[in-house]
């Protein structure tokens, strides 16, 4: 019930619509769902539509949050080796 | 790609496998998405994780939960002359009483998949002799793109569109499952995009007025092992909800989008598939709007039978295993399934027939505990 | 009927045989093991990009023959035309099949065309049959796949089924992407020449998921299989991930499974690489001694998981 995927706003057009890039493919989707979108903004797309916009800030501290716990996992494997 | 690949990150997957493992904790814990049984399953997860830590289904998506008297009317409304039914691929297979939309199609009925409510618009546009019915089916991460596709037809003057909505919402059928007498679930995954529109303040009743741990979870491996190891510790620390995928899910969730929804639609009762009609979870076509809902036409309806032995209900509510159920693996396959967990490729049903296939009845290797 | 021949068929196929205008080709029969295949194909739009129906015809109907290691020779090409096709459609198509045969060294040695009313064959039908010759001394097959055996393919999955779905038009997505629509003879004889190949399979319809399952099924073996190893564009794995479409599933047809004793893999590989229809093949993965039938996907986790048989079309989801 739920596939949506993160993708870049390359142009905005009216009424209401962008177009999204994603892995080089391109597609049109109606932004009647979010506000205030601008170009180099990430949303997420499904059933043709921006349903929100990517938070950057919370989805950075999460990838840190994965590096770390990688980090982690490599230390892991030398503590077992030692 | 962006915003994807930095969260497969296979090294974390597996320090968050050892940490939960060092818990050395127990639970069993229900995921209501259906793109989160597809995610752990096509991820293998289950075999990976410890002994005492089970992953079950529950009614998450709309292959699952969707009526047979409504796929019955989705039918019906595409045998219609003049009518063309547009649907998402996902509901093309769905045995209704007597057939699906995909048998239908085959025998001439107008039926065309489509990725967007848009593209059904425009096939409307393009086709002013036709009557163009969108078939709506989806949680609330999908009923405001019909929403705004209907408010768009208007705005466009498009008088050939209409909608069959047998949209659901998701925190009343939670309050459902939960208030069963037996339901004996540790915690929830709670569906990470339909959260996006509701917000996860939508979920404080779970561990406010049932002490029920519950996690907003994304769709990455990464993001369910995260949930996973937070449920478990909820397990000593006390219930409460956490969000896992603050990247898209805020406490308020898309008040825009939440405002098209209702605009276009308000709640009724609603049966779900397998189960029972839980009431208010469910999402009707508001009266302003009657022009364009096509579940008002008058159809011819196949007798409903009740498959009397088909236990989907038990299963979805995590009581008993597929194994459990008369049906499985005799009258019941996925080549011709009769309940919800074995149409879904994904199901709990049709994932434990997989395994089970291949490993043999003697044989019990990687995989077979998938169903649990 | 006649002027379609002699105007336009006969001129766009010209080769001794076919210009006969006999009833039926009269050819030299090769010594060796015969191999015979035919095929239909069906294709909407009728012209993607990297191709068309009648490339699709040639090539598909070769890569059978070549998937039996015969050296294909000639071609019969049925032509079922909707009325009212537009003439520069029927040259194009026509010129593509020409093209396509030569680039297969092959011939179109024999023929028919049918007219069927409007609103019949989405254009164009095309039937073929194609006769091949197996060399003394080559034995693939599909039943011949032993635990052990390295699984090769020549590059990118998916391309095909993608490019058609682009072009077509129903999901409206922008992407620069080919069919990978090609010739696979050349290929495979270079690969017979390098080492042992004891099976081979074009994952046309139902993908590398349905071609992995009928080796696994046909030989008795086991199959283990790398998903990361498994070459796949960026632009296939986005249009993947946007319409919920798995590439193992999505047809291709400029592609071979190969199964090969371990010890000649790398020979094998080498030979592939050096090949421009090889270039980005890679070892994605291994036969085993388990079921037949249980074709197991290894993620980049170390998790696995079992792939199921393709039952019909894949449609895009939002679930």
Same mark, same amino acid.
């Given at each position: 019930?739920?596939?949506?995927?993160?993708?870049?706003?390359?142009?905005?057009?009216?009424?209401?619509?962008?177009?999204?890039?994603?892995?080089?493919?391109?597609?049109?989707?109606?932004?009647?769902?979010?506000?205030?979108?601008?170009?180099?903004?990430?949303?997420?797309?499904?059933?043709?539509?921006?349903?929100?916009?990517?938070?950057?800030?919370?989805?950075?501290?999460?990838?840190?949050?994965?590096?770390?716990?990688?980090?982690?996992?490599?230390?892991?494997?030398?503590?077992?080796?030692? | 790609?962006?915003?994807?690949?930095?969260?497969?990150?296979?090294?974390?997957?597996?320090?968050?496998?050892?940490?939960?493992?060092?818990?050395?904790?127990?639970?069993?814990?229900?995921?209501?998405?259906?793109?989160?049984?597809?995610?752990?399953?096509?991820?293998?997860?289950?075999?990976?994780?410890?002994?005492?830590?089970?992953?079950?289904?529950?009614?998450?998506?709309?292959?699952?939960?969707?009526?047979?008297?409504?796929?019955?009317?989705?039918?019906?409304?595409?045998?219609?002359?003049?009518?063309?039914?547009?649907?998402?691929?996902?509901?093309?297979?769905?045995?209704?009483?007597?057939?699906?939309?995909?048998?239908?199609?085959?025998?001439?009925?107008?039926?065309?998949?489509?990725?967007?409510?848009?593209?059904?618009?425009?096939?409307?546009?393009?086709?002013?002799?036709?009557?163009?019915?969108?078939?709506?089916?989806?949680?609330?991460?999908?009923?405001?793109?019909?929403?705004?596709?209907?408010?768009?037809?208007?705005?466009?003057?498009?008088?050939?569109?209409?909608?069959?909505?047998?949209?659901?919402?998701?925190?009343?059928?939670?309050?459902?499952?939960?208030?069963?007498?037996?339901?004996?679930?540790?915690?929830?995954?709670?569906?990470?995009?339909?959260?996006?529109?509701?917000?996860?303040?939508?979920?404080?009743?779970?561990?406010?007025?049932?002490?029920?741990?519950?996690?907003?979870?994304?769709?990455?491996?990464?993001?369910?092992?995260?949930?996973?190891?937070?449920?478990?510790?909820?397990?000593?620390?006390?219930?409460?909800?956490?969000?896992?995928?603050?990247?898209?899910?805020?406490?308020?969730?898309?008040?825009?989008?939440?405002?098209?929804?209702?605009?276009?639609?308000?709640?009724?009762?609603?049966?779900?598939?397998?189960?029972?009609?839980?009431?208010?979870?469910?999402?009707?076509?508001?009266?302003?709007?009657?022009?364009?809902?096509?579940?008002?036409?008058?159809?011819?309806?196949?007798?409903?039978?009740?498959?009397?032995?088909?236990?989907?209900?038990?299963?979805?509510?995590?009581?008993?295993?597929?194994?459990?159920?008369?049906?499985?693996?005799?009258?019941?396959?996925?080549?011709?399934?009769?309940?919800?967990?074995?149409?879904?490729?994904?199901?709990?049903?049709?994932?434990?027939?997989?395994?089970?296939?291949?490993?043999?009845?003697?044989?019990?290797?990687?995989?077979?505990?998938?169903?649990? | 009927?006649?002027?379609?021949?002699?105007?336009?068929?006969?001129?766009?196929?010209?080769?001794?045989?076919?210009?006969?205008?006999?009833?039926?080709?009269?050819?030299?029969?090769?010594?060796?093991?015969?191999?015979?295949?035919?095929?239909?194909?069906?294709?909407?739009?009728?012209?993607?990009?990297?191709?068309?129906?009648?490339?699709?015809?040639?090539?598909?109907?070769?890569?059978?023959?070549?998937?039996?290691?015969?050296?294909?020779?000639?071609?019969?090409?049925?032509?079922?035309?909707?009325?009212?096709?537009?003439?520069?459609?029927?040259?194009?198509?026509?010129?593509?099949?020409?093209?396509?045969?030569?680039?297969?060294?092959?011939?179109?040695?024999?023929?028919?065309?049918?007219?069927?009313?409007?609103?019949?064959?989405?254009?164009?039908?095309?039937?073929?049959?194609?006769?091949?010759?197996?060399?003394?001394?080559?034995?693939?097959?599909?039943?011949?796949?032993?635990?052990?055996?390295?699984?090769?393919?020549?590059?990118?999955?998916?391309?095909?089924?993608?490019?058609?779905?682009?072009?077509?038009?129903?999901?409206?997505?922008?992407?620069?992407?080919?069919?990978?629509?090609?010739?696979?003879?050349?290929?495979?004889?270079?690969?017979?020449? =390098?080492?042992?190949?004891?099976? &081979?399979?074009?994952?046309?319809? #139902?993908?590398? %998921? !349905?071609? $992995?399952?009928? @080796?696994?099924?046909?030989?008795?073996?086991?199959?283990?299989?790398?998903?990361?190893?498994?070459?796949?564009?960026?632009?296939?794995?986005?249009?993947?991930?946007?319409?919920?479409?798995?590439?193992?599933?999505? =047809?291709?047809?400029?592609?071979? &499974?190969?199964?090969?004793?371990? #010890?000649?893999? %790398? !020979?094998? $590989?080498?030979? @592939?690489?050096?090949?421009?229809?090889?270039?980005?093949?890679?070892?994605?993965?291994?036969?085993?001694?388990?079921?037949?039938?249980?074709?197991?996907?290894?993620?980049?986790?170390?998790?696995?998981?079992?792939?199921?048989?393709?039952?019909?079309?894949?449609?895009?989801?939002?679930?």
């Amino acid at each position: 019930m739920c596939l949506a995927i993160p993708a870049i706003v390359i142009e905005l057009d009216e009424p209401n619509l962008a177009v999204i890039e994603i892995g080089g493919v391109r597609k049109q989707v109606s932004l009647m769902l979010v506000d205030d979108v601008a170009v180099g903004d990430y949303v997420l797309v499904h059933a043709g539509f921006a349903i929100d916009k990517v938070d950057e800030g919370e989805a950075q501290k999460t990838m840190d949050l994965l590096q770390e716990l990688a980090r982690l996992e490599q230390e892991a494997g030398f503590d077992e080796i030692h | 790609m962006r915003y994807i690949d930095e969260f497969r990150v296979p090294a974390a997957a597996r320090e968050l496998l050892r940490e939960i493992d060092a818990l050395d904790a127990r639970g069993t814990f229900m995921e209501v998405c259906g793109t989160h049984t597809m995610a752990i399953s096509r991820a293998g997860l289950r075999p990976l994780l410890a002994p005492g830590i089970d992953l079950i289904s529950g009614p998450g998506c709309p292959v699952c939960v969707t009526a047979d008297a409504d796929i019955d009317r989705a039918i019906a409304v595409s045998k219609k002359p003049g009518v063309i039914l547009t649907t998402f691929g996902d509901m093309m297979k769905v045995p209704g009483t007597e057939d699906s939309l995909a048998s239908a199609s085959a025998r001439g009925a107008r039926v065309r998949v489509v990725y967007s409510p848009l593209e059904s618009l425009a096939i409307a546009a393009e086709e002013p002799g036709s009557q163009v019915v969108f078939l709506g089916v989806g949680f609330e991460t999908t009923a405001p793109a019909v929403a705004g596709t209907m408010l768009e037809a208007r705005r466009q003057g498009i008088d050939n569109f209409q909608v069959l909505s047998f949209h659901k919402l998701v925190p009343p059928a939670l309050r459902a499952l939960v208030g069963l007498d037996d339901f004996d679930v540790d915690g929830f995954i709670l569906p990470g995009h339909v959260s996006v529109i509701i917000g996860s303040d939508a979920y404080a009743f779970l561990p406010v007025e049932f002490s029920m741990p519950c996690v907003v979870t994304g769709f990455e491996v990464t993001d369910i092992l995260q949930a996973i190891l937070r449920l478990l510790k909820m397990g000593a620390s006390g219930a409460s909800l956490e969000v896992e995928y603050a990247r898209a899910v805020r406490p308020e969730g898309n008040p825009r989008a939440l405002e098209v929804m209702s605009q276009v639609f308000e709640p009724c009762d609603a049966q779900w598939r397998g189960l029972f009609t839980i009431p208010g979870s469910g999402l009707a076509i508001r009266e302003e709007f009657a022009a364009m809902d096509a579940g008002t036409w008058e159809v011819e309806l196949p007798e409903p039978t009740r498959s009397k032995g088909c236990r989907c209900g038990e299963i979805l509510c995590g009581r008993i295993k597929p194994m459990d159920c008369p049906f499985f693996g005799g009258r019941c396959t996925p080549d011709n399934p009769v309940g919800p967990c074995m149409v879904s490729s994904e199901g709990t049903c049709a994932s434990y027939y997989l395994y089970s296939e291949s490993e043999g009845p003697d044989e019990r290797g990687e995989g077979a505990d998938i169903g649990r | 009927m006649q002027d379609l021949l002699r105007d336009m068929i006969f001129p766009a196929l010209g080769g001794q045989t076919l210009d006969a205008a006999e009833d039926a080709a009269i050819l030299e029969m090769p010594s060796g093991t015969l191999a015979f295949t035919t095929d239909s194909f069906v294709v909407k739009p009728l012209f993607f990009s990297g191709g068309d129906i009648g490339k699709l015809a040639v090539c598909g109907t070769v890569n059978d023959l070549a998937m039996v290691g015969a050296r294909p020779l000639y071609l019969t090409l049925g032509l079922i035309l909707e009325e009212g096709l537009p003439l520069d459609d029927l040259e194009r198509v026509l010129a593509s099949v020409a093209s396509a045969a030569r680039d297969a060294s092959v011939k179109v040695v024999a023929g028919d065309t049918k007219v069927v009313e409007k609103g019949k064959a989405d254009g164009v039908y095309i039937n073929t049959a194609g006769v091949g010759v197996i060399p003394d001394g080559t034995n693939v097959s599909i039943t011949r796949v032993a635990p052990g055996d390295a699984l090769l393919i020549n590059g990118y999955i998916g391309d095909h089924g993608m490019a058609v779905l682009k072009d077509r038009g129903d999901f409206a997505f922008e992407v620069a992407l080919d069919s990978d629509c090609a010739p696979l003879a050349g290929l495979v004889s270079d690969m017979l020449a =390098a080492g042992r190949v004891h099976a &081979l399979r074009d994952p046309t319809r #139902g993908g590398l %998921a !349905a071609a $992995l399952k009928e @080796m696994s099924s046909c030989s008795g073996v086991s199959l283990e299989v790398d998903e990361p190893a498994v070459p796949l564009r960026e632009e296939v794995r986005a249009i993947c991930e946007v319409l919920g479409l798995d590439p193992l599933y999505v =047809a291709n047809e400029g592609k071979l &499974l190969a199964a090969v004793a371990p #010890g000649d893999a %790398a !020979a094998v $590989l080498g030979a @592939m690489k050096a090949h421009p229809l090889g270039r980005d093949a890679a070892v994605i993965g291994s036969a085993g001694a388990g079921k037949a039938g249980r074709v197991s996907l290894t993620g980049a986790m170390g998790s696995s998981r079992l792939l199921r048989m393709p039952s019909g079309e894949q449609l895009p989801r939002i679930c």
